[in-house]
């Protein structure tokens, strides 16, 4: 089957900093890839939709300057939460699919912590 | 407005017990449907899509337009699905996905 990773799978860093966390589908190419926040004991909330070579669409109230994302090629797209705060802490899942009306593959997900 | 709606955030069944998960739409066209389940410390992953009409784990699930709702159905449950549910839809021609707020099915022995 076709198989998502993320990495890191958890991070730790101080109020500030730059986190970028890699999403790589790694036996397919991915024509569109997703990003998704989910807070403990709830759904997953899109953050933005990213399309291999082009500007990614974000989700109204997702902040484009402060979740960077690009999607260098058909099997990676990477997030960057910028100056993160402790409000950024979350858990953040990519998903990536092939063909539209088809199943979504999901990463396992990046626990982020921002002291 | 696109949506989708998990009436229930934690079902208790009796092993054995039939299982219903509900879930409602909200959108204008014609939708994809779909359930994706997440077992403890695992990844998301697909059950079933309501194009497959197909039965994953006994699981089930039947497209009603006309309620707009796509409930998640099995007749006898086992400990093994005790696990959050989600239901989410796509929407006709893109390729985003808008996901329930999930259910999570405990099994009891």
């Known amino acids: 089957g076709a198989v998502v990773s993320q990495h890191p799978s958890w991070v730790i860093c101080k109020s500030g900093t730059s986190v970028k966390i890699e999403c790589r589908s790694l036996?397919?190419?991915?024509?569109?890839m997703f990003w998704y926040r989910q807070f403990p004991k709830q759904s997953l909330m899109l953050m933005a939709t990213?399309?291999?070579?082009?500007?990614?669409?974000?989700e109204q109230g997702v902040e484009k300057d402060k979740f960077l994302i690009n999607h260098a090629s058909l099997t990676l797209s990477t997030l960057t939460v910028t100056s993160a705060h402790p409000e950024d802490s979350s858990f953040y899942i990519c998903?990536?699919?092939?063909?539209?009306?088809?199943?979504?593959?999901f990463g396992p997900g990046t626990r982020l912590t921002v002291l | 407005a696109q949506r989708v709606t998990q009436p229930e955030k934690l079902l208790s069944v009796f092993k054995g017990a039939p299982v219903e998960l509900k879930c409602n739409y909200s959108?204008?066209?014609?939708?994809?449907l779909f359930w994706y389940v997440q077992y403890s410390r695992q990844r998301l992953q697909l059950l079933l899509r309501?194009?497959s009409r197909e039965s994953i784990k006994g699981f089930t699930a039947d497209l009603n337009k006309g309620e707009t709702s796509f409930h998640l159905k099995k007749p006898f449950a086992q400990e093994e699905d005790s696990a959050m549910y989600y239901c989410?839809?796509?929407?006709?021609?893109?390729?985003?996905?808008?996901f329930g707020t999930g259910t999570r099915l405990k099994v009891l022995a």
């Open positions: 990213s399309n291999e070579g082009s500007k990614a669409t974000y």
């Open positions: 998903s990536a699919t092939r063909v539209v009306g088809l199943e979504a593959f």
């Open positions: 989410a839809l796509q929407a006709s021609g893109t390729y985003k996905y808008i």
């Open positions: 309501h194009i």
């Open positions: 959108y204008s066209g014609s939708p994809e």
């Open positions: 036996d397919f190419q991915a024509t569109t």
